[in-house]
């Protein structure tokens, strides 16, 4: 019985491993494609803007700004933790999750920042 919990513990463990670098490599794929597209992105935005088009000029402009892809737009990827991949309270400056934050300061690995206890 303590055998057969070890050995599903361990594979949960390992399923949120696999998981947290599907997000990883979900996210670099993201970040990736926007890059790719910003420019046209940039530039159709700036053809709807301007007031000399035609009604159907802008209409097509604004399809062809629909059928970029999905992953293109720079809202689309979100600030996700390094080390454990965690979404949400993911500190932007230092890519780390809320309590991999407090590890880290704890431990002193990041430079510049000691725990505020003394």
């Known amino acids: ?24 490599r979900l996210e670099q794929y993201k970040r990736i494609v926007a890059q790719r597209y910003v420019f046209k992105r940039a530039c159709l935005r700036a053809l709807k803007r301007e007031g000399s088009l035609t009604f159907w000029q802008k209409t097509n ?42 590890r880290a300061t704890r431990e002193g690995s990041l430079l510049g920042l000691k725990l505020g206890r003394t």
């Open 1 to 24: 019985m303590l055998c057969c919990q070890m050995n599903t513990q361990r594979d949960s463990f390992l399923r949120l491993e696999v998981r947290k670098q599907n997000w990883l």
């Open 61 to 102: 402009v604004m399809l062809s700004l629909a059928h970029l892809p999905r992953q293109s737009r720079i809202t689309k990827f979100s600030t996700r933790c390094r080390v454990t991949g965690r979404a949400h309270q993911a500190l932007r400056n230092v890519q780390l999750a809320r309590m991999e934050f407090r």
